[in-house]
């Protein structure tokens, strides 16, 4: 490889951008429906120390994609069941840290395991199998796009209509259950919200990725705010910005979606970083 194949990798179709876009408009709406609902949902993820579970749930998901894949059904739905069935059993048997991550353990190379040996005997295109690893948004038909923009929308009604149960459970669950919050109820109705917008996320950067939008955004927006409604709003931006940016960037090449919605969510957490650490500085030294 030399220069002249990085430069056609990366800006081949700049000169055909705008038809290119018109053709994948439907992936900046579901990239920005994503990037708004994961950097929100992702604000939990991080309050219930629950990054290792995004994970968990995107290796099951991949494998309920690939089973889908080899038998010829519905991949979107294959990698919903997927993330569905690790979302309950995470829920259910994980109400303990420890025992959440031993569950999460066990099912990750389960998940890959089959998800592997799922792609190894499909016969059909590389780049399919290739796309439900890193992501490939513009591979994805109108009709599946429609799906997974319906699945974003309803996972951030349902998130708002138990935002404040949530958050009191997340912050404080002894007195959240004293109070007589159903905390059963509202961390497995969580985690079955997650597990939808996680098979959202491994069409759009993949099932090694999801972590990009659904803990990056939030992590770095907790380094810079931490009032109750200026972290999620933080959140949502950077992970809008991260996912649109990355599609916008993309079509101008023929490289995969994910590295460049990676490469954004990682420089965007690098400087708030940065600006949170000089912060802290400056307000010690006063």
Do not use: K
């Not at 089959?114 to 009709?143: D, H, K, P, W």
């Amino acid at each position: 490889m030399n220069w002249s194949d990085v430069g056609d990798a990366l800006f081949g179709g700049v000169s055909q951008y705008g038809a290119i876009l018109e053709l994948v408009q439907n992936s900046v709406y579901a990239g920005a429906v994503l990037g708004l609902v994961g950097g929100l949902i992702g604000v939990f993820v991080m309050q219930r120390d629950m990054a290792f579970a995004v994970h968990g749930i995107s290796e099951l998901s991949f494998a309920g994609a690939a089973v889908a894949l080899l038998i010829g059904v519905d991949v979107v739905s294959g990698s919903i069941v997927g993330s569905l069935i690790a979302a309950a059993l995470i829920g259910l048997l994980g109400a303990r840290a420890r025992d959440r991550n031993s569950i999460i353990g066990v099912l990750m190379p389960f998940g890959l395991g089959v998800g592997i040996l799922c792609l190894s005997l499909y016969n059909g295109r590389s780049a399919t199998r290739f796309s439900l690893l890193t992501g490939q948004i513009v591979s994805v038909q109108s009709e599946q796009l429609g799906w997974l923009v319906v699945i974003g929308v309803a996972v951030l009604a349902a998130l708002l209509l138990i935002w404040r149960p949530l958050r009191f459970d997340s912050l404080d669950p002894q007195s959240a259950a004293a109070r007589g919050v159903p905390t059963t109820a509202v961390s497995l109705a969580f985690m079955l919200l997650l597990g939808l917008i996680v098979a959202v996320a491994v069409h759009i950067i993949g099932a090694l990725l999801v972590m990009a939008l659904l803990v990056t955004p939030a992590a770095a927006a907790m380094r810079v705010a931490s009032g109750p409604l200026s972290v999620p709003l933080l959140a949502a931006a950077f992970g809008f910005v991260s996912a649109v940016g990355g599609v916008l960037l993309a079509v101008a090449g023929t490289l995969p979606v994910s590295p460049y919605i990676t490469t954004i969510s990682f420089a965007i957490y690098l400087v708030c970083r940065l600006v949170g650490a000089r912060r802290d500085r400056t307000t010690r030294a006063l």
